[in-house]
Every structure is written in structure tokens, then in C-alpha cells.
């Protein structure tokens, strides 16, 4: 069964740093990026990180220098240091997988995991 569980979230003071993790399970055989986004409340999902190989890593603008994202392939996981926490990125971290087609996989499309929230106090 597809999994994804994201841990790290925290309520923590402006200018503080939180890493949060998310661990993928039941995807044997898949090819698949990972993402990261936020969903701040009463707002639409928004894109925080995509790592599809250690190279190739993208922003969003709101988090350029401050996110870090990394990916550890051998663990399945998926990990976003974030530093200089503003309140503004108060939200739930949510990640997901899009996976590619590969033959060995008998899955296809996104998966989502339930997020973790991450509180900035001023």
C-alpha cells in the first residue's frame, strides 16, 4: 500500500529553523519525484520544492535561500530544511510523489501524504 509520512513540523519563533522529513513506503519498483508544498489555511496549495536527482532541485520563490531540500534515495525519503523561519511560512508541509512510468511499477499518477504543521510565531 502507497504511504507517504511527513514528520519535523513545530511551533517555533521567527528566525528559528525546523527540518522536516518525509518517508515514502509501498512504491517497490517506482520511478518517482518528490515535491514538497504548503497549504497555508483558507489558501490553495503552494509549491514549495521538487528534487528529482541531487542536481536538479527547484524553488519556490517565496523560500529561495532559506529551504534547503534534499533526497535520499537509498532511505526513500525526502527532507526540507527550512532556516530563518518567517511567520509567514506558518502552514501544513505536505509532500507527494508523482511517479513516471516505469515497467516495473504497477502504480501510476500522485500520491499525497497528511502533512505536518509548522507554526512561525513573531
Known amino acids: 500500500q502507497p504511504h507517504l509520512v511527513e514528520s519535523g513540523g513545530a511551533s517555533v519563533q521567527a528566525g528559528g529553523s525546523l527540518r522536516l522529513s518525509c518517508v515514502a513506503s509501498?512504491?517497490?519498483?517506482?520511478?518517482?519525484?518528490m515535491n514538497w508544498y504548503r497549504q497555508r489555511e483558507g489558501e490553495e496549495r503552494e509549491f514549495v520544492s521538487s528534487?528529482?536527482?541531487?542536481?536538479?532541485?527547484k524553488y519556490g520563490e517565496s523560500v529561495k535561500g532559506r529551504f534547503t531540500a534534499s533526497r535520499v534515495m537509498a532511505e526513500h525519503a525526502l527532507y526540507l530544511q527550512m532556516d530563518s523561519l518567517m511567520p509567514e511560512d506558518t502552514a501544513m508541509y505536505l509532500c507527494n510523489v508523482v511517479l513516471r512510468f516505469t515497467w516495473t511499477c504497477h502504480l501510476s499518477g500522485t500520491y499525497w501524504g497528511q502533512g505536518t504543521q509548522v507554526t512561525v510565531s513573531s
Open positions: 509501498g512504491f517497490a519498483g517506482c520511478a518517482y519525484d
Open positions: 528534487v528529482v536527482r541531487d542536481d536538479i532541485i
